[in-house]
């Protein structure tokens, strides 16, 4: 057999795009035609509206390290990719691409305004496929989808109307959430909300009988101008005179009534409440039960409308509010105003304040589905990993509102609805009608509205597999397996994707939900473009690889936990593949001259069996963990047993083997070169792109690491009694690396040890058996192991349950230099103990001192302590030689 020689340095811009190209030429992210039940996850799919950022790469690398462990076990495993139109952001983009040259997409016309639309769509597009490409992405690109293609276009209409049919879908006149700036209604899911800071307004409104004036109090002045009534609590003394009487609204010239209503806080403010149903949803509740016009005074755009006094008309909200104020000052209405604090919904797309808006919606009731949804959680159909989220989802089902779907937007799913501009009837359908069903008419116009970007979301899991058509990846790939998304979408997307898949599937749509933690900056402040605290995937490909950023992720992503991060945070992968790699190579230049025997044909020895034995537990704590969504202790467990087992115990007692010749070679060839592929195999969902490199040079392998089975658990190599001496044996050596830091010999320096075994002492023999190998690790010249006490002088010895080890220090050292290092070392612990007792035991500083701040001085002390007592213990063996 040759040497393999490979690149001195890791650098995987050499093999990562060539790997990935030839994993997608080979169909290997295709599912396999084997038996079994399918693993299967939907992608959440990511806008067309920009780049991925740091939360995407989390999100993408924790779904494809699940999809290559299940890949390599066995399972047909489909990752199923597409992106989202995103309704109301993409058409936002074009709005500002319009904007800057100069027009507008009214300018265009609808039709116009799409095509415009779609380019931009495609170019995104393009780019966040090629991003999630550089990252490792083993998506199945053949079947790649979009929310606006033909299939879920189709399925998009199938539900409205389905839905429709069943009652289950509306239109009225209804409050809404109305950005001005998008230019359309929101559902309450939509609307996020923050503290804004403001007044408290108490206005006077005289009585129109001249009898005096009462007082009201607000934060929305300028919504005065819709008031139709003036509301007291029925049991307020202080007010039960004046229902049924009118006061004056100010500004307007008109009279409106004063009415009792037990909505009232009779402790807020002035105890009375203006009246204004066309702006405010309680207040509209109010109008309803007392027969209140509604009285809207806004525009689509946010402006005020003619019914508003002339001077009003036109003006922005904030512009009217402090226009009104002005006037209510100066005409002696305004009797007050302090600062207020209060909560104000604003856009989750541009931030714009949200105004209620009274104006023709579409609905779905959702009470039934979100029963439906909240009892398959109850029946365990359903599981959240962390487990704390599913009050988040219970919270919101119980308390659930009907869905406004419509949108006044032209980039959408449009809805299905025309009217007939001859007989005035409304037709639903699954097909375009150019007919009306009612008079035969030509003149049917559809709706201008589109639904909901969610509304074509919410139908993933089952449209994105071909349905309402019985294909056959909706037979065997429904329902998926896993989702992994973000906790901020478990309203928007999560509960209503269960709800659907319950409705036309008549099942959930997966058993198990991995809410992510947020990837927050090393200060642990949220990454966000505003902060310019964000990290872009790709420069950290660019920098350190996409392994290195993948295994980083994977390794902080403790369950329930955010990812603080910056980019010297991504050197914790980079530095693993270094180890793989400079590993790897320097076995496959050490093959020369070699022969791989017949696996079965080779006895193995203690650390053969040891290092089998933990590649087994390996493997097993692997699976239990991606069982459980624990990604880090999986993480964990591949990088402890490559790190520490396999190159730093088992290939450091091989190297002398290595470097031999003839069958002693043969031997430890064959079984390194098998170790080394079950090991890149064990790491390859971590580290995808430099284990496939690895592997494919290995001279006992063939095809690709991305389809080999992964290593499974088998009890014949379990060997738990010999792992048991193996501890040991490691015990010892780490006592003597120890021993020889704490009085600075070098760790190549060679030492003089011998090891006393107590009787009967279990690991005994295997120690003894064991000699040559610890000889080595530990840079012994001579080591002694038995039952006899050994020559004591000159040695410092390091103590372990059933054994006693002495290093002979004094022939590698200089004594009176070392016990003039200790003897300062030694009056300095005890003046710090000293110190921090003193401090310990001062009971002002106990009271006052915060908590963490005591435990860390806690903990100085119990460190000083022990490592006191260590240097008083090695003083007494120095000077005693």
Known sequence: MKAVHLAKAYNPKDFEDPIYEQWEQSGDFAPADAEGDPFVIVIPPPNVTGVLHMG?????????????????????????PGTDHAGIATQNVVDRMLRARGINRHDLGRERFIEETWKVKEHHQQIIIRQLKK???????????????????????????????KGMIYKGNYLVNWCASCGTALSDDEVEYREVHGGLYRIRYFLTDGSGFTEIATTRPETMLGGVAVAVHPEDPRYAHLVGKEVELPLCGRSIPVIADSYVDMEFGTGMLKITPAHDPNDREVGRRHGLEDWNILNA?????????????????????????????????????????????????????IEPFLSDQWFVRMKPMADMALEAWEQDKVRFYPKRWENTYAHWLRNIKDWCISRQLWWGHRIPVWHCESCGEMTVSRTDITLCDSCGSKA????????????????????????????????????????????????????????????FMGEVPFRDIYITGLVRDITGKKMSKSSGNGIDPLDVVDAYGADAMKFTLCFMAAQGQDIPVNMDSFKLGSRFCNKIWNAVRFILMNLEGARILPLETVALTGIDRWVYHQLNEASAQVKQS??????????????????????????????????????????????????????LKLLHPFVSFITEELYQKLPNTSGSIITAPYPEYQESRRDDENAAHFA????????????????????????????????????????????????????????????????????????????????????????QKELAKLTKEHAQLEKQLAQVSKKLTNEQFLANAPEEIIRKEQGKKREFAERLEKVSRYLQQLQRM
Not at 318 to 343: P, S, W
Not at 456 to 477: A, I, M
Not at 647 to 668: M, P, Q, V
């Open 301 to 353: 755009d946010g402006t005020l409308n003619e019914r508003v006094p002339g001077k009003y008309r036109g003006m922005e909200v904030r512009e009217a509010r402090k226009a009104v104020v002005n006037d209510l000052t100066e005409q002696g209405y305004l009797q007050d105003m302090k600062d207020h604090d209060h909560q104000v919904g604003h856009c989750y797309r541009c931030d714009t304040a």
């Open 728 to 815: 040991k044996l490691q015990e010892l050596v780490r006592g003597i690396r120890s021993l020889k830091s704490e009085f600075a010999i070098p760790p190549e320096t060679q030492v003089r040890a011998a090891v006393h075994i107590a009787e009967g002492f279990a690991s005994g023999a295997f120690l003894a058996a064991s000699k040559e190998m610890i000889r080595i690790f530990v840079h012994a010249s001579q080591l002694d192991i038995g039952t006899e006490v050994p020559d004591l002088d000159g040695s410092v010895p390091v103590s372990g349950i059933g054994y006693e080890a002495y290093v002979y220090v004094r022939e590698s050292m200089d004594v």
């Open 56 to 80: 995407h790469g989390l999100n993408n690398t924790l779904q494809d390290i699940l999809i290559r462990y299940y890949r390599m076990t066995g399972r047909p495993t489909l990752w199923l």
């Open 135 to 165: 990252i490792g992405s083993s998506c199945d690109w053949s079947r790649e989808r979009f929310t606006l293609d033909e299939g879920l276009s189709r399925a998009v209409r199938e539900v409205f109307v389905s839905l429709y049919e």
């Open 444 to 503: 049917v116009v559809q709706e201008e509205d589109v639904l909901d970007t969610w509304f074509s979301s919410w139908l993933w899991p089952f449209s994105t597999l071909g349905w309402p058509e019985q294909t056959e990846d909706l037979e065997r790939f429904f329902p998926t397996t896993t989702l992994v998304t973000g906790y901020d979408i478990i309203f928007f997307w999560v509960a209503r994707m269960i709800m659907a898949s319950l409705e």
């Open 626 to 679: 991606m069982e459980n969504y624990r990604f880090n202790d999986a993480s964990q467990a591949v990088y402890e047993f490559f790190w520490n087992d396999f190159c730093d115990w088992y290939l450091e007692a091989s190297k002398t083997d290595l470097y031999a010749e003839g069958e002693r070679k043969n031997r430890s060839v064959t079984l390194i070169l098998d170790l080394l592929a079950k090991s």
